[in-house]
């Protein structure tokens, strides 16, 4: 958004009127926009102008005024972990082994950082050890072994290329 967000910083609401009213329905169709994305609670309420702000939203939340919405605010959180396990795995198979330019080292840091955000959000389903599971489970949607085993063997053959490859320039140095 050009010039950010135009809320009242000091009330979070726009053009400087009274705060937003906490609705019920209001409370859902934040927890629906958090639930189904792997954007920031910021992001969400910059790009819906009928949503408050994010400190008027953290303000419901900390002094726990809206028990129900606090609620459904951490079951939203729950759901978006999985969104994050689901984009790891879309941004892993966007990159390959061969693209140049930092594509693949963003990709890894992209993975690293919904990896931590998915393990933060549920660590009983992200730990790391319910992760390794989950990925293997979303690819095997995805994908036969067979198409898996060919996409690992381009991968270990572009890593030996490259293993081969520094060995040489170590030996000519």
Sequence with gaps: MKGGNPRNKKNGCKGGRNPFPYTNKLGEKICEAVKNTVRSLNWICENNPDFPSVQTIRMWLSKNVYPEFSSMYAEAKQFQADCF?????????EAEPHQKNGFVEKAKLQVDALKWCAARLNRRKYSEKHMVQEIEMNLRERFTDEQIKEKLGSILKDVEHRIKENKNKNQNK
């Design 85 to 93: 396990a689901e984009e790891i795995v879309t941004v892993a198979y």
